[in-house]
């Protein structure tokens, strides 16, 4: 059984350390790809939702001439995802 996708979206920052949007729809899509919910925008929203509880932090980074934002757990992120984790 999957995990609700925005926890899934907390589980790929914490293994990777860092990651954009567009990296964790390439992580998410091959287990979410059939689901209607598996797409940028509301991948999006989960990253901002997360952000926005105090799970992650988002910095900008400039790639050439893109800039774009990562995002990453934050301590208290770490913990939530811990107490989830065991609760799987």
């Known amino acids: ?15 990777q350390g860092s990651l954009t949007l567009e990296e ?5 899509y091959p287990k979410y790809g059939g689901e209607k919910q ?3 925008k509301v991948i999006g929203e989960h990253l901002e939702s997360l952000e926005g509880s105090g799970l ?3 910095f900008l980074v400039e790639t050439g001439p893109e800039v774009r934002r990562r995002y990453e757990a934050t301590p208290y992120g770490l913990r939530r995802f811990d107490y989830i984790n065991r609760k799987k």
């Open 1 to 15: 059984m999957l995990l609700p996708m925005k926890f899934s979206v907390l589980e790929c920052i914490v293994a």
């Open 24 to 28: 964790v729809y390439e992580i998410l």
């Open 38 to 40: 598996c797409c940028h």
């Open 56 to 58: 992650l932090q988002s």
